[in-house]
């Protein structure tokens, strides 16, 4: 599992990260929600280790990450930021197979390309493998990243707004996905998302962040409520039932 215990993040005079404890099962998808500025991708980027906390504990599996080998904390974590960019000309293959370099350091094996392969698969590139990656949509390029990730294969995925850029079908495509990794594979997802909709369809448990701190957690059902949403945004959003999940309307 994740424990997160008093974590806390300031830049400046602003604490974007207050305080926070957190502990996130394992073989689950939990999804940070909140308004911009809440600190959700703040919190995020520390469990994986890409920015450094001020103060607190975050451990994976019992181990402290800040203690971890950076290669044996690929192996454990892979992680999505909002923006991604290299700085050398790839094609969709060359990028999906950096997932693989924790393992092979750069010598790819047979079975480094099983997984870039299948992770191609799962993203439904195979027609654009060899296309570069400047040749390619916005939403092309996330789903290739994605892939990237996927091919790393570890027990943990952390992605921080994988469904920007991305057109209806490939957001749907993208959750069900996670959530089939989750559910037949065992992987534990955790995810900044900002369309509360998806988080109600696809997670298993929820955490908002305002300020800072998190203002409520629980299982999906707890959390997407006109009450709870209510105290996260500032706004009054109607709850629908819609095929057995909740379905926040917001949009008038």
């Not at 690929?74 to 050398?88: D, E, F, G, M, T």
């Not at 990656?133 to 294969?153: P, T």
């Not at 988080?199 to 707890?222: F, N, W």
Request: neutral net charge.
């Amino acid at each position: 599992m994740v424990e997160v215990r008093n974590v806390s993040k300031k830049y400046g005079q602003k604490n974007v990260v207050d305080s926070v404890s957190l502990t996130i099962k394992k073989g689950t998808i939990t999804s940070f929600i909140g308004a911009n500025g809440a600190g959700k991708s703040t919190l995020l980027s520390m469990i994986s280790r890409l920015i450094t906390k001020d103060s607190g504990e975050i451990l994976i599996d019992g181990k402290e990450v800040s203690k971890t080998k950076s290669n044996d904390l690929a192996k454990k974590i892979s992680i999505l930021k909002q923006s991604n960019s290299v700085n050398i000309r790839l094609t969709v293959k060359d990028l999906v197979s950096f997932g693989r370099f924790p393992y092979s350091q750069g010598k790819l094996t047979n079975e480094d390309w099983k997984y870039v392969n299948e992770a191609i698969k799962y993203m439904e590139l195979e027609e654009m493998e060899d296309k570069y990656l400047d040749q390619l949509s916005g939403g092309q390029n996330q789903r290739a990243y994605i892939a990237m990730v996927i091919a790393q294969n570890t027990d943990y995925i952390l992605l921080d707004e994988p469904l920007n850029n991305l057109d209806m079908k490939h957001s749907v495509q993208i959750m069900k996905v996670l959530r089939r990794m989750v559910d037949e594979l065992g992987k534990t997802v955790i995810i900044v998302i900002h369309d509360i909709n998806f988080a109600s369809c696809y997670s298993d448990y929820i955490v908002a962040l305002k300020d800072g701190r998190i203002v409520k957690e629980g299982e999906t059902h707890e959390i997407i409520d006109s009450s709870v949403l209510k105290e996260i945004y500032d706004m009054d959003i109607m709850i629908e039932n819609i095929n057995g999940n909740k379905i926040g309307i917001y949009f008038c």
